[in-house]
């Protein structure tokens, strides 16, 4: 999850956190296990810990060392510093507000399936 300042509009932030909840659902029923992460230079379990400007590097080196299935990322056009081709055994989710970040499409797939959504909210 984007914790960059390009992502702090409170209606961005909010359809954001409403996705996080609707899958939130699966995690109580126990049909979906989920652990959340923000970004920006850094990538941390607090939204406090991730820090300004946003690195994609980063967050392609933090799906590779934690071995996910499968990856939701929720940002905009903001994700910069992103080249590290990066491939998760399941599916990649993209959320993209506000615009896409092409260099996270072109490097981070899924080897079930990638998919792509531009989000209005």
Do not use: C
Not at 64 to 74: C, R, S
Not at 88 to 107: K, N
Not at 108 to 116: D, S, W
């Amino acid at each position: 999850w984007d914790a960059s300042g390009s992502f702090s509009d409170p209606k961005k932030t909010a359809a954001a956190r409403a996705a996080i909840e609707h899958l939130n659902k699966y995690v109580r029923s126990g049909e979906l296990k989920m652990k959340v992460y923000y970004h920006a230079d850094r990538v941390s379990s607090t939204k406090e810990g991730a820090g300004g400007g946003n690195n994609g590097d980063n967050v392609l080196r933090h799906i590779k060392q934690t071995k996910p299935d499968n990856v939701i990322i929720i940002t905009d056009s903001g994700l910069f510093n992103t080249t590290l081709d990066t491939e998760v055994p399941g599916t990649v989710w993209m959320l993209f507000y506000d615009g896409r970040t092409q260099d996270l499409i072109d490097h981070l797939h899924g080897k079930r399936r990638t998919l792509v959504f531009d989000i209005n909210y």
